[in-house]
């Protein structure tokens, strides 16, 4: 298995044209980002709501875990037979799998602020929405990025259902290769994945350092060893 993998990376021919590594990344790519954007139009704004006012997060909660349960194959499958289109239905399937940890981790970042600290902002004269974003939401930002960060796992991962609908990526490997039992072909698709999995993951933790306030990031150092 090991030196057919190595074969097949060591093919010229694999990393060039529309079949190429390069392209199929940059389709697993677009994949991944149109699913995040939209999944963030749709979680975030709920998160922070739910989050803020303390409303509705047993719903949340629950539809949250509801949502998770579907299997994203099964969705994509479903949406494909309605809609006739192949790039809606796994845009569909992909943006049902993204939403819950990204909702999930901005209401638990927004719900987690010390109250003390919203008092103080209102005793300053911070009306609500100035509360939410002067304060709550920058405070929030590690769960909110943790939630983003797993949310693009495991969308890397699962956005090979793109090609069992017939569109490209990363799991045109996987198919093909299963459909002519190459291995190493499938080896090939799978490193691959895991591989621009953890390059994403490390690029976004950069971010989440640069964005999040540094008085945040030595709370959250502190509270962590204070658990320990």
């Known amino acids: 298995m090991i030196p057919e993998t190595l074969a097949w990376f060591g093919d010229a021919a694999n990393w060039g044209g529309p079949g190429g590594v390069p392209m199929r990344v940059l389709e697993h790519l677009g994949y991944v980002a149109l699913a995040l954007a939209v999944a963030l139009v749709i979680a975030v704004p709920i998160g922070l709501i739910v989050g803020h006012t303390g409303r509705g997060a047993v719903l949340l909660v629950g539809t949250g875990n509801i949502v998770r349960a579907l299997p994203t194959l099964g969705v994509v499958t479903l949406f494909f037979l309605l809609l006739a289109e192949s790039t809606p239905a796994a845009l569909v399937g992909l943006v049902v799998l993204a939403v819950p940890p990204i909702m999930a981790g901005t209401y638990a970042g927004v719900e987690a602020v010390d109250p003390h600290v919203v008092d103080a902002a209102s005793g300053v004269g911070m009306r609500g929405m100035q509360r939410l974003w002067q304060v709550e939401v920058p405070i929030a930002l590690p769960m909110l990025l943790g939630g ?47 591989a621009l999995a953890v390059v994403l993951d490390l690029l976004l933790a950069a971010l989440q350092r640069l964005v999040v306030p540094r008085g945040v990031r030595l709370a959250e150092r502190a509270g962590t060893q204070e658990a320990a």
Do not use: F
């Not at 093909?176 to 499938?186: K, N, P, S």
């Open 148 to 194: 983003v960060r797993n949310a693009v796992l495991q969308l890397v991962a699962t956005a090979a259902v793109a090609a069992y609908v017939g569109l490209g990526g990363l799991g045109r490997y996987l198919m093909d290769g299963l459909a002519v039992l190459d291995y190493g072909q499938v080896v090939a698709g799978a490193v691959l994945t895991a």
